[in-house]
């Protein structure tokens, strides 16, 4: 069964403009990582963010986590076209020592030149 | 590049065949997890090698099994192919095997069953 869950599902913009896409999760987690994928390819990590961290930022981007309401949020600003890509969260269950990920379905995100 | 590669690209066969999927780790990395990626889904977790041992498995059939080798390289091999076997299959490295550290993943392989 799926842990995380990312909204929306599509999100379309253009250039220029910022994507914020979400992610909500069930149960407690230890961290919790975005990845990008093109096109059905591999998964490129962005982030990582542990439960004990509220912010953290990566260039464009900046991830936010709420333990509280169990949700991160996944911040691209400035968006450009190469950005257009699948976004998953994926995160582990708190007291868990293997490193299993869980995924969401993602959001898919076009940014229009 | 993340440093992990898989092979092959793209492979299809038949219901019923047995096939062998290969994945080489990131230098340094001795922990390799294998994921299935259902299309319009997440990967979901198969299972994962720590130090050549089993370390962990999803909510799949024995005939998934898996290797790992002296030099950290690892194998998926799936049994008795079903048509719903068919997704992008993908490996991702770590280092130490536990929760917390990022994992970096393969290409991918995309299996195909008729």
């Known amino acids: 069964s799926q842990q995380g869950e990312e909204d929306p599902q599509a999100l379309s913009i253009q250039e220029g403009e910022n994507a914020t896409m979400n992610c909500s999760y069930k149960?407690?987690?230890?961290?919790l990582q975005w990845y990008r994928q093109n096109s059905g390819r591999g998964l490129v990590h962005l982030i990582l963010?542990?439960?004990?961290?509220r912010e953290k930022h990566s260039g464009r981007l900046r991830v936010t986590l709420d333990t509280s309401k169990k949700s991160s949020s996944l911040l691209i600003t400035a968006s450009r076209a190469a950005d257009t890509a699948s976004y998953f969260c994926a995160t582990d269950f708190m007291g868990s020592t293997l490193g299993r990920l869980y995924f969401g379905r993602g959001t898919q995100l076009t940014v229009w030149p | 590049e993340t440093g992990v590669t898989q092979s092959p690209t793209h492979l299809i066969k038949t219901r019923g065949q047995q096939v062998t999927l290969r994945c080489s780790s990131q230098s340094g990395h001795n922990t390799v997890s294998w994921y299935q990626q259902a299309l319009g889904q997440g990967p979901q977790f198969i299972f994962q090698?720590?130090?050549?041992?089993?370390?962990g498995r999803g909510n799949f059939p024995p005939r998934f099994s898996g290797l790992q080798f002296p030099n950290y390289s690892s194998e998926l091999n799936v049994n008795a192919l079903e048509l719903d076997d068919s997704a992008l299959y993908l490996c991702?490295?770590?280092?130490?095997?536990?929760?917390?550290?990022?994992?970096?993943f393969g290409p991918g392989t995309r299996l195909l069953v008729l």
């Open positions: 963010i542990r439960s004990n961290e």
């Open positions: 991702a490295s770590t280092q130490g095997g536990g929760a917390g550290e990022t994992q970096y």
């Open positions: 090698y720590y130090r050549e041992e089993e370390n």
């Open positions: 149960t407690s987690i230890n961290n």
